[in-house]
């Protein structure tokens, strides 16, 4: 009875996203709306910035190659000037401030990666001990968390900064509105837990 | 009972969370990090080109265990792949992202799909490879199990615990899309003037009705004279051209005579590098239908005479260091809004 109750309301979960799908939009030349319903209604600036620092190195980074080869990058180079409203000058600075960001991440990276090595060479090909549970995660990796969130932190400031207040509002607006829903929480353990009694349980981030 | 809800449990399957599984036998799993997925689709009116990106970010606290995995996929209204790929952080980097390209065509619409993965690193690798983390995630996870025992099982009363069986563990999906609808063509070379704008970068975005095939019957001078693209049948012409070569003949007391008008922007690209310009003029206004150059006949005199006029009639113009004596440009920004240096208007 338990599984035929779990599965109705899986099914009314499923028919409501369907009954609620945005329908295809043709008022504007050009339309794009993300679809990711499960978005949290307010994502942390640390998670959107770092999207949109990286999406915005890519495409910097994908230009400068197509420049190399003197080959049209326009499509790369002009895609947040008309997706945020930036001008020319906004849009250099966020693509050297996302490039900073993305040299900084690195030295972060770098880290990990000891620790991940170290990891590994202690347990050669990932092979765990089947007798034992797996290791406990590593807490260095958790701080090595919270510096990246601080680096991301910083560097958005760095941006407030530039542009200075207002225009930041304004610019912040539109990241909020054309970045952020496009990001999706994927943790499949996001949204709920199991209690010690067996029961479903919300999730509660115990680092928060 | 079992054998009408498996079919249900098979499509709906797709639609919930593994976090939605009620798990008997287990404690609290610690919770310890977050992934996310991101994917956006872009447009680009000018060159018709669409650029879809997605990425998968994981926490550094579970790169220890997991390899973010993302596989995109640029679809058409019917579902057909137009483009796809993936890639996999294998540096701990933390984050995998895809870059997809392709043509679209006016009035289609497009979907840009990110599929977000994480690789599993460790395993029992014994009695078929059991998967696990430090946090306990993979033991939610049920996704290898396909036959129908053992999905039913899993959300049944078993009391064992099910292990992920692979070392990939897809955590979810995140899409955008794009409709393109594009105004129809002129059906001329007006469609490949519009597209040189786009392609070269210009700030302007003309449309048909910005371009003409004559000139007013006030006009000094005519098309041909004042067309000097590589399209013969289309110009940019503004009124401020017309009244301000008026004023400035007037001004003169003599008549003038053009040597370019109006250039397509490839046109301004080749002249300017044939004169060995490092970079070329991308917003020239030549291109934007307020500018004109008058022959002076290498005439220092007529030179300054026109250049004069044309100040007089309201025009910035360009000193003679930059344009050279043979001719003086003379273009009508102010009227569009445009400021010119304090050099032009001297």
Redesign the interface.
């Known amino acids: 009875m338990r599984i035929a109750l779990f599965f109705a309301v899986c099914a009314s979960f499923g028919m409501l996203r369907i009954f609620h799908a945005p329908s295809v939009f043709s008022q504007q030349r050009v339309t794009s709306r993300p679809h990711n319903v499960n978005t949290p209604p307010l994502l942390p600036d640390s998670v959107v910035y770092m999207h949109l620092f990286h999406h915005v190195a890519a495409f910097g980074h994908r230009a400068e190659e197509l420049e190399t080869r003197k080959e049209d990058s326009h499509v790369y180079r002009n895609a947040f000037t008309e997706k945020l409203k930036l001008d020319k000058r906004q849009s250099e600075l966020l693509t050297q401030i996302s490039y900073e960001y993305e040299a900084r991440e690195r030295l972060i990276q770098a880290k990990v990666q000891e620790r991940v090595a170290a990891f590994r060479s202690e347990y050669s090909g990932g092979r765990l001990d089947p007798s034992n549970p797996p290791p406990k995660p590593d807490p260095v990796m958790h701080a090595l968390f919270l510096e990246k969130q601080q680096l991301i932190l910083e560097m958005r400031n760095e941006f407030e900064k530039q542009l200075g207040s207002s225009e930041f509002e304004r610019i912040n607006g539109m990241i909020r509105t054309r970045i952020a829903p496009n990001i999706k929480l994927v943790q499949p353990s996001a949204l709920q837990r199991l209690s010690e009694n067996g029961e479903v349980a919300p999730v509660e981030d115990p680092r928060k | 009972?079992k054998q009408l809800?498996l079919p249900?449990?098979l499509?709906?399957f797709a639609?919930?969370?593994?976090?939605?599984?009620?798990?008997?036998?287990?404690?609290?799993?610690?919770?310890?990090?977050?992934?996310?997925?991101?994917?956006?689709?872009?447009?680009?009116?000018?060159?018709d080109?669409l650029?879809g990106?997605s990425?998968?970010?994981m926490?550094?606290?579970?790169?220890?265990?997991y390899e973010s995995w993302v596989i995109g996929r640029l679809l058409d209204?019917n579902g057909n792949s137009l483009s796809s790929g993936g890639a996999r952080d294998t540096?701990?980097?933390?984050?995998a992202?895809i870059?997809l390209?392709y043509i679209g065509k006016a009035g289609a619409?497009y979907r840009m799909y990110g599929t977000?993965n994480g690789y599993?690193?460790?395993?029992?690798?014994?009695?078929g490879n059991?998967y696990?983390?430090?946090?306990?995630?993979s033991y939610?996870?049920s996704q290898d199990i396909v036959d129908a025992t053992g999905f039913?099982n899993f959300?049944?009363d078993l009391n064992d615990s099910p292990v992920l069986k692979t070392p990939t563990?897809t955590?979810?999906?995140?899409?955008?899309?794009?409709?393109?609808?594009?105004?129809a063509a002129c059906g001329d070379d007006r469609d490949a003037i519009i597209k040189e704008y786009?392609?070269l970068?210009v700030t302007l975005h003309p449309v048909c009705p910005s371009f003409s095939s004559s000139v007013p019957p006030d006009s000094l001078f005519t098309f041909s004279q004042l067309n000097t693209s590589y399209y013969p049948d289309w110009a940019i012409l503004l009124n401020s051209l017309y009244t301000g070569i008026r004023v400035t003949q007037s001004n003169y007391g003599s008549t003038l005579t053009p040597t370019s008008g109006y250039r397509d922007p490839r046109k301004e690209k080749d002249i300017d590098t044939q004169q060995g310009v490092r970079n070329w003029t991308v917003n020239s206004r030549h291109e934007y239908g307020d500018a004109i150059d008058l022959g002076t006949g290498n005439s220092q005199t007529k030179f300054n005479s026109i250049r004069s006029a044309g100040l007089k009639a309201g025009a910035c113009a360009e000193p003679v260091g930059q344009s050279g004596l043979n001719h003086v440009h003379l273009d009508w920004r102010q009227s569009d809004g445009v400021v010119c240096s304090a050099a032009w208007l001297r």
């Open positions: 009972m809800l249900l449990a499509v709906v639609r919930c969370s593994p976090a939605a599984l009620i798990l008997r036998g287990r404690t609290t799993p610690t919770l310890g990090y977050s992934a996310y997925g991101y994917t956006t689709l872009t447009f680009d009116s000018g060159t080109v650029v990106y990425e998968t970010d926490d550094p606290d579970l790169v220890e265990y209204s540096v701990g980097a933390g984050y992202s870059t390209q619409t977000h599993m690193g460790a395993c029992d690798c014994v009695e059991n696990y983390d430090g946090y306990n995630e939610w996870n039913f959300y049944g563990i955590m979810g999906e995140s899409y955008d899309s794009a409709t393109i609808s594009i105004p786009f392609a970068g």
